[in-house]
């Protein structure tokens, strides 16, 4: 009987965890390139030369539905070369991605600034234009426009297919690699910004917290000012004597230093933390 018993548990258990868990969505679809690839997403290598000198074959993608960018480096080793891709949320290789033959660092991250590369070139390869096979009719070949033998052999592309910044003109968000910095959105570009010293970006603050103030408890001996303009509920408040930096706010307690707001912004109290000067118009 007992045995009966812990055996139900464990199943009550297991479901319980299975229910609990949160599931992941995917984008999916397949990728080649003529001769050896390597796909990212956000940064992130997902795939590294599987389909390496078989180029008629795809391999297979499956990345997270939240990414922002794919990119694709391609080594060809003779004659022409090609990058091809298509992926179930429409997604493909077309003349709207940027390529260069060139590397530069974080070319496949998130926030790189590509307006100087040129769009992507799709040759006519004619007898090759329909492989592979399952790709055919989906996506197109691209290349940088050195693709005849004996020019660009190596070439960077990516393609934004997520962009957080599209319907905002400033806003802010985490960057995954490092959290003593952060992007903010400028002409619906997301740029990367690092915080002040000492500072953590904190998102639900869309600003970056002094270290001190992240282990700042109310109740103890650190510098959590109670005399200050922090209104309950509101995380910041402007420093009275320089409209570029603010204070954090916790339980209407204004808390350690000020922190200042990156070069070219000020802090807005609509927003509740920085942005252009042209917003803040009473800081000159």
């Not at 912004?265 to 042209?278: E, I």
């Amino acid at each position: 009987m007992k045995l009966h018993l812990d055996l139900g548990l464990i199943l009550v258990a297991l479901v319980a965890i299975v229910t609990c868990r949160k599931v992941q969505s995917v984008i999916t679809g397949e990728a080649t390139c003529d001769n050896r690839m390597s796909f990212y997403a956000d940064g992130l290598l997902y795939t590294n030369g599987i389909n390496d000198n078989r180029w008629r074959r795809s391999s297979p993608v499956s990345i997270p539905d939240d990414t922002q960018v794919v990119a694709i480096k391609c080594v060809n080793r003779g004659r022409v070369g090609g990058i091809k891709m298509a992926l179930n949320d429409g997604t493909k290789t077309d003349v709207t991605w940027k390529c260069s033959a060139t590397f530069e660092d974080n070319w496949n991250k998130v926030g790189f600034h590509d307006a100087a590369w040129a769009n992507a070139i799709v040759p006519d390869y004619n007898t090759v234009k329909t492989q592979p096979q399952s790709l055919n009719g989906k996506a197109d070949w691209i290349w940088t426009s050195g693709y005849k033998e004996g020019e660009d052999t190596t070439v960077y592309c990516r393609k934004v297919i997520n962009n957080p910044c599209a319907f905002a003109g400033v806003k802010y968000f985490v960057y995954p690699f490092d959290d003593t910095k952060f992007y903010q959105c400028d002409n619906n570009v997301a740029k990367l910004r690092d915080c002040p010293p000492s500072t953590t970006w904190v998102q639900e603050n869309y600003s970056c917290v002094s270290d001190i103030v992240l282990d700042c408890d109310l109740d103890s001996d650190l510098d959590c000012d109670s005399d200050n303009g922090c209104i309950k509920d509101e995380p910041n408040t402007a420093d009275p004597d320089d409209c570029t930096k603010f204070y954090h706010c916790k339980h209407g307690k204004r808390l350690g230093d000020p922190v200042s707001c990156p070069g070219g912004t000020a802090y807005n109290p609509d927003v509740h933390g920085c942005d252009h000067f042209a917003n803040v118009p009473d800081c000159p």
